[in-house]
Each structure stands twice: as structure tokens, then as C-alpha cells.
């Protein structure tokens, strides 16, 4: 067996404890042979949620493709950015698909927790979320629960260790009762123990403005809301509500109620109250001296000065007892400020804030009775209303227009309460101010308040002292007086409610001056001012229509009710009156109401007899019907109003009626009715004036030869015209509108007729002088109608004497007038014979026909026997 040879390799010489190894710099070291191997490798655990989550079909996603449960599980994550991310990517899902705000509880509860946290950007992210997108989705339809829960979180937050999200905790409180007011009262109490605490911290009150004012604005929503819940509280415990009483709540103490039991959740509230308003008051003292101090009212102080006042203000209000020791105590440090920033010189700007802000506590000031008399706050409304210069420069008109508002209703108790030399010197302040103001300024509805009060108000309390009865107040009451129809006249037919204040005090001032013969007499004077409110008559008698047409029923109401307490209706007056009632766009019922009201004054000795016959006689001739043409609903497309002529017609009779004898009525009427007859006015009217007669007395043969005989004229006239509504056949029964028109038209010709014999007489005459083309005694109307066609003229006399023959009350007359008719027929007879008068055979059959009719109609009138004739 051969043997191996021998590794032919050379063993190195020496001997080599380790190999020594090159490493490159910056490589990173091996770990050593015996080190311990710590990974830990282990599967995913796949949960059915999170496989659902991967499988995105079907599922609302935003951009970056998340869901909405995965956004709501970031919103907790411990990275601030994931956190801020994840209610951007909420916001932008809500908006792209606004169905999965339904899961709207678990979103807002889940969403909540994230005002207590502790980044401020996502704070406020949340709080543009809940602002933008889910309160505006949801408002209706977030559950009580939802929002109670809302309330609980902004609770925890504002208890919080940090003052940033305490802070924060109140803006989410204005944002929450913004949308839901009724979630303050569900923790009411919690709330305004929180803001007690927050308000103590003078850090933040007198160093940090930005953040007092996001917590005042809360607040100021939060007494808001309580304010008028206690004040529908008081009204529903108010149980009898007479005029004094109504006349007391308008003075000074009108915040005062009747009754302070409220309802177990408000009175817990209130109680808390009482102790935020002392730091209220520290509140603003202790800002307003920091800026007397720094000669400076920037913007954040200014706005931060002004949200604290109207938390005072509100608090005042709601609190009630202006004269209990703890407020009234407050309210007189409040005082020692007042008027505050006269330390220093400031530019016009700041003067404007401290005027501003002076006001405000001027009007603070007023609720309570022993501060309203002090001589500084008195000073500062006087010179408010005259705007003369006082601690700063004078106030403009726009600063009294716009800040002057909330202290009119405390003049008339400051004037009531006030020394006699002050009272002066406000009246004269006061009615400086209320001469000056525009109709149109919202401090108008004020003033007349104001006046109402001084006017009326303390004409009937009974606790007015005597020294309101001087002859001072009654000269102011006289220039204010004046003052109101100068006011309507401005307004126009614009700002309505404004004229209806007007309308309203004057209204009331003529119901309560019949007891004062003086101011009575004032009122009367007013008349002049008014009519133009009416209407008047300008140059070549045209009528200038006022604003009264174009008021609204209430408005015209009271404007009516104004002049029934006039004592002396003028002629000019009753003039403007007249013509506005001419109108046709005046409304029916109220054109009764106006005719109404003047009859109920002329029965109290207000308006003459003279001055009322000829308003009444006035509207039944110059109201103009339309169309001429007889038709009482429509005609092309407008509507009649012939039927309102007619109730007109009907209402004024019986006013006549209700004037006692009217056979004398008649006499002091009848020279006006014999002009106006004279000038041959419209068929509707003519009807109007011969009803008027027949109305009041249609025995006419007492009155002269002349004016009846002038009658009869004109009745033979107003009868042919009325013949061009009767038919072909004369004999027909028609019930047609011409037909109806006809006879409508006659009616009043038959009583007079019936009433006086020689005047049915004399008007047969006529007809038979019109029939024979005797046109001299006719107008010239008739020659152009009737001169041409002789069968014209026969058709309507017989038309005429056929319609009288028919009427059995007028048997008698016409049996005295047989003679006439008789002659009637025998002239029909020989035109029919006359080349003169029927040249062709067409006008000699007609006259025929309506010789056969009328022939016929009176043979039976011919045969009566006297004794079987009717009455």
C-alpha cells in the first residue's frame, strides 16, 4: 500500500494568536460571535374590522382613501400631526359625502374629546368642524342627549388644568348656545361658576384682552338668553294688566316685575348671578383704570370695555332689585368712574370710544332710581340731547342718532323725578333733540314713545304730582304737539310703522284733551297740518292725493279715528276729506267708515249741518262711475264700481234719515241740487240727486214754480237718455242688463212723478215736445242723437209713457195727465201720415209698431174707474 505524501504547504513561522482584520472607515461593526440573538418574529393578528378596512369597495373614502372610522380612530393619536390631519381629512369626507354625518352621536361625542386637547391648532381645527360643516348638517336633527353630552365636555374642559383650554372651553360654550340657546339651561349654574372662577384671575382680565373678550362674548350670549326667559316668566305671572298698571311699567322701572318666582332651573341660575356681577363690575373698574393710566384705548381694550358693559347691563336687568344692597352698592362703584377718560387728551377716535362707552354706562346707571338723580348723569343726558361739548368733544347728530336709542325711554321718569330746575332744563334738552331728529331715524319710535308716556301717561296716573300740570310742561307738551303732523307729512306713504306710531299718539291725544279746554283747542288747530295727509286741491282745481291712500287698513283706522275727536271740524278740513273720499282708489269700507265717523260727529255737535249736507251731497254728485255704460260687475276686463256708487247712495240716504226731518233737509239741500242738476251731470249721478229727492221728500209742489218746472225739464231729459237701454220691442219682457238698466234708471222718476202730479204733467209735455222735434227745450246733447231719426224719438217717448203706464202706483198721476198721453198717441198718429217726418217706409213701420204698443199699453189706463185706482 503506498503511502500519502505530505501536505506540500509551508506552516507559518511563529506562532499567530488571531488574524488580524483590514476594516474600511465608517462600516459597521459585526456583532460578536457570542452575542445573543434578540429578534422576535411573529405574524399579523387580522382582525374582521381591519380586513373590512382593506377592502375599500363600497366605502366612503377621503382623499388620502381613509374611512370614516379610521379618521375617527387618528383623531386620538399621540402625533399631533396625525391628530390634525385626521380632522381635516373628517371635514373633507363630511362635505363629499353628507350621509355619514346620520352617525351624527358617536361622531360629536367621539369629536368632544379633542377639546380638551392639548394643542391648540387642533382645538381650533375642531372648533371651524363643528362651526362649518356638522352643527349647520345637523341642527335640527342632533338628539337632547347629544347635546347635553356637548355641554358636559365644554364643562370638563373649562375645569381644566390649563388655562389655554379653560379659555377654549368658553369659545366652543358661545358656538354650542349660538346654535342650541336652549343647552345653556341645562348646566346654567356649572357655567357661570366657571366664569366666577375664570373672572378672579386679574391676569387674564387686565393683561390679556384678546382672551377676555372671547370669554365675555359668551357670556353676554349666556344672559341673553336668561334675560328672556325671566321676562316671559314675569309676563305669565302677570295676572291683571290695567292701564295705570301699563302706564307704571312704562316709567323708569320697567325692568321692575310684578313677581320674582321663577322656575326651579332659572332661580338657581339667577342666584349664581349674583355672584359674577360684583366681578363683572372689579372687571371693568380695574380695565377702565388701566387705561386712564396708559393714556391709550386700543382696540382690544375698547372692545373688551364695551362686552363687559353689556354683561353689567344684562346682569342689571336680569337681577331686578336695582335697591338691594349688594347691587346698589356695585352700581355706585360703577358710578365712580363715571364719566371716565377725562384725565388725559385723546385723538378723535378715542374721544368717539369713551363717549360710546359713557353712554353705555349711563344707561346702566338709569335702572337704579337713587343714581339716575345724580347731578353728573343728569348732566351727561343734557348734554347729550343739546350735543354740546362736554368731558370730550361735542357729540355729532350721527352719535346721538346711533347711541342714543337705549337712554330714551328712561327720560320721561328722569324729568318726572326731577328738581324743578332740572326738569327745565331736560324738557327744553328734550324737545331740542326731537325737533332735530329726521322723520326717517331710528330714534324717531323713541321719541314718540317718550312723548306718549309725557302726554298721556301722566295725564292718567293718578300718582302724578301736581308741579307735571305747570305751564312749562303744558307749553312743551303744545310744540310736541305740532311737531307729529310734520313728522307724517315727511314720512309719506314710507315707513309705516313709523306713521302708525304717529297716527296712534294722536289719536290718543284728541281721547284724552276733552277734558282739557286747552289743549283741546290745540288739538282742533292741528286740522290745518293734517289735511294735506288727506288730500288737497291745487292750482285750476286739481286734487293732490296724501299718503292716507296708501296706508294699510290699521293705518287708515287710526288716521280716521284722529279727526272723530276733533270739537270743530273746519271747512278746509271736511274740504280735504271730500276729495280723498272721491278717489276711486280708496276702498269701500273705508269710504263708509269716513261717512260713518263724520255722521257720529255731526250728532255730537262737532260738525255743522251745513258743512255735512254738503260733504254727503258732494260725494253723490262727483263720484265717478265707470264704466258710463250701465254694468255692475265687469266691462272689458275692469270691474265696475257702480255697485259701491250705490251702497254709497244707500248709506247716505240714511244718514238724511237719521238727521230728523227731512223735508227740511230737503229745503237746505235743495238750491245746491238744482245747480248741480243744471249742469247735467253722468246718468249715475242724475239717478243719485232724484233718489236723494225721493229719499227725503218726493213731494215737490212746494217749492217754486220755477225750480219745478226746471224739474220736470230735467227729468224728461235723464228719462230719454235712460231709453237707449231699452229694447227694439218695448213690450218684451227682458230680464237683460239693458232692460234692468232701464227700469234701475226709472225708479226714482216714479216716486217723484207719483208725489207731484203738475210735475208728471209737465214732463209728459216735454216728452211729447221731444217727440215732435221740438229740440229748444232740449240740451244740445239730444239734437245729434235725435233730430236725424224721427223713429228715434217716437220709440222713446212711447218707450217712456208705455214703462209709467205700467207701474200701478202711479195710476192716480197719470189719470190726471190723460189728456197728454192722449195727445202723445194722436201726434204719433199724424207723423205717420207726415212726408216731413217718416220719408221711408223703414221709419214709418217702425213709428207704427210703437204706435200699436203704446196705443195698446194705455187703452186699459183709458178705461179705469177713478174709485178702483190705487194710491
Known sequence: MVRSKPSSSKKPKGGVDFKKIKRKIGRKLPPPKNATNTEIKSKAIVLPEQSMAADRGGLAVNKRGLTLAELLNQTSHHNVKIRKAALHGLKELFIKYPSELMLHKPIIERLCLRMCDSDRVVRDILYHLLKT??????????????????????????????????????????????????????????VLDNYADILKN???????????????????????????????????????????????????????????EYDSGTSSIV??????????????????????????????????????????????????????????????KLSEVFPFGQKNIYTEKEDDRFFILNVKVAEILLLSERISQSVYLLEF??????????????????????????????????????????????????????????????????????????????????????????????????????????????????????????????????????????????YDNLQWQLKEF????????????????????????????????????????????????????????????IIEVLQSSYERGYLDIAGHLDFLATLVVRFRVYPEKYCIEKSDGKVSNRRTYMDLCDH????????????????????????????????????GLLGMIAA???????????????????????????????PENIEAVSQNDENLAFKFYLMPCISLLRGNHKLCHSALELLN???????????????????????????????????LCGEMRLQRALRSSKSVIKTILQNMQNLLGSDKFARTIEEKHKIQCAFDQLKKGTSKLQCLDADKLRV
Open 202 to 260: 386679574s391676569q387674564i382680565h387686565i393683561h390679556d384682552k384678546s382672551k377676555l373678550k372671547s370669554i365675555l362674548g359668551a357670556l353676554t350670549q349666556c344672559l341673553s338668553l336668561l334675560s328672556s326667559k325671566v321676562s316671559k316668566e314675569d309676563g305669565s305671572n302677570e295676572q291683571v294688566c290695567t292701564e295705570q298698571s301699563i302706564a307704571q311699567q312704562r316709567l323708569l322701572f320697567a325692568f321692575r316685575p310684578s313677581s320674582h
Open 696 to 726: 227725503l221728500d218726493n213731494r215737490t209742489g212746494r217749492f217754486p214754480e220755477e225750480d219745478v218746472n226746471n224739474l220736470s225739464r230735467w227729468i224728461s231729459f235723464y228719462m230719454v237718455d235712460a231709453t237707449l237701454y231699452v
Open 652 to 687: 247716505i240716504f240714511e244718514c238724511f234719515k237719521r238727521m230728523g226731518d227731512t223735508s227740511l233737509v230737503l229745503e237746505i239741500l235743495w238750491k245746491k241740487i238744482i245747480v248741480e242738476m243744471s249742469l247735467m251731470p253722468p246718468m249715475d249721478n242724475m239717478n
Open 381 to 522: 343726558i343734557e348734554n347729550f340731547l343739546l350735543r354740546k361739548a362736554g368731558t370730550h368733544s361735542s357729540p355729532t347728530k350721527a352719535h346721538v342718532e346711533k347711541h342714543f336709542g337705549p337712554l330714551l325711554p328712561f327720560i320721561p321718569g328722569i324729568i318726572l323725578k326731577a328738581t324743578e330746575s332740572w326738569k327745565a332744563r331736560l324738557l327744553e334738552a328734550f324737545t331740542f333733540a326731537f325737533k332735530d331728529c329726521k322723520a326717517d331715524s331710528k330714534l324717531i319710535l323713541g321719541f314718540l314713545s317718550a312723548i306718549n308716556e309725557m302726554l298721556i301717561s301722566w295725564n292718567t296716573t293718578c300718582e302724578q304730582p301736581a308741579s307735571n300740570c305747570s305751564d312749562l310742561l303744558f307749553d312743551y307738551q303744545i310744540t310736541w304737539m305740532r311737531e307729529l303732523p310734520r313728522i307724517l307729512l315727511q314720512l309719506g306713504d314710507k315707513h309705516v310703522s313709523v306713521s302708525k306710531a304717529v297716527l296712534n299718539l294722536l289719536s290718543r291725544i284728541g281721547q284724552t284733551s276733552s277734558s282739557n279746554t286747552h289743549r283741546r283747542t290745540e
Open 271 to 332: 342666584k349664581k348671578l349674583e355672584d359674577v356681577f360684583p366681578l363683572l363690575v372689579n372687571c371693568f373698574r380695574e380695565s377702565a383704570s388701566l387705561v386712564d393710566a396708559t393714556s391709550n384705548i386700543d382696540d382690544r381694550s375698547y372692545d373688551c370695555l364695551v362686552s363687559c358693559l353689556q354683561c353689567i347691563n344684562l346682569a342689571t336687568k336680569i337681577l331686578h332689585d336695582m335697591e338691594d344692597f349688594a347691587i346698589l352698592g356695585n352700581l355706585q
Open 769 to 803: 215736445s221731444f217727440m215732435m222735434d221740438d229740440n229748444s227745450l232740449f240740451p244740445s246733447r239730444f239734437d245729434v242723437s235725435y233730430s236725424v231719426e224721427p223713429s228715434r224719438r217716437v220709440h222713446a217717448a212711447a218707450s217712456i209713457v208705455l214703462f
Open 534 to 593: 288727506y288730500a288737497v286741491q291745487i292750482i285750476s282745481g286739481t286734487i293732490s292725493y296724501g299718503p292716507f291712500l296708501k296706508h294699510p287698513p290699521d293705518s287708515q283706522e287710526l288716521a280716521i279715528s284722529c279727526f272723530y275727536h276733533l270739537s270743530n271740524i273746519g271747512s278746509d278740513f271736511l274740504e280735504s276729506l271730500t276729495s280723498c273720499c272721491l278717489c276711486n282708489e280708496l276702498e269701500p269700507s273705508t269710504l263708509h267708515r
Open 133 to 190: 360643516v356638522i352643527f349647520p348638517s345637523l341642527k335640527e336633527d342632533i338628539p337632547k342627549s347629544t347635546i347635553e353630552a356637548l355641554i358636559k365636555y365644554i364643562i370638563v374642559a373649562m375645569t381644566h388644568i390649563s388655562v389655554d383650554i379653560r379659555l377654549t372651553a368658553f369659545k366652543f360654550l358661545e358656538l354650542v348656545i349660538a346654535n342650541f340657546p336652549s343647552s345653556f339651561f341645562m348646566s346654567g349654574s356649572e
